[in-house]
């Protein structure tokens, strides 16, 4: 079985999916990213680990580095450029609509052929305009190129551990936990070397105490199915039985 991931950012694989992915390699999927940008506009780090003009070199090569830490097989990128956060913490998103992303994201899965793709949620997870292109984008693709199945990640449980980038109106239609790949999805997380301080910041502001990364990474995965206008009833019950008992409804 294929399955494609996509997402804006280096790092939005792991944070999102990182467990289930590496399970599904695990169970002999083939599993690839696609990332939109390098991730160009975001953080270097605490000190910085690099020069602004650097952070997309440094930033392709962390997220290869989780890549193969989660046992994924491919890795490409998409010619857009992560806009800088502004200085007023504004984020955008990389391209001006989806129009301009479609064709290059079907151009890729009318090569791999993916069974399924997993994407970011209705939401952006907390808003952000690039996850939510994404979504918009990826899930349009799906349905032009005729791709049996698509997933978006942190869709929402009454029990989700981090509310705060839940997709409200995605209701989760089943829950992964990921204590098996745990040590995989925090490995991947440390790949991630520029935005480490933000992970950890975050997580931190959130608890209201200083956490450590290993208490940043989430042990379960949410995840909604979403139509993409083909029969699913053959492909969708293939990655759940491959994620077999790690799986709950929800
Ligand atoms: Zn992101």
Redesign the pocket.
Known sequence: MKILCL???P??ET?FAGGTLALLALRGAKVGLVCCTR?EGGEAGEPPLCSRAELGAVREAELRCAARALGCSSVEFLPFRDPDVGTDGSLYPFAPSPEEVVPRIQSIFNAHHPDAVIT?GSGG?YG?P??LLANRACLEAARLSGVPCAYTFSADFEAHPRKRSANRDDPADFVVAVDRTFELKLAAMECHRTQGALFVRRASADAGHPVPLREVVLRVESFRRVATGRATETAAPDMLSLLGDAVRPD
Request: net charge negative.
């Open positions: 997402v804006a950012h790092d939005d944070v991730g970011h997870e952000h690039a996850h």
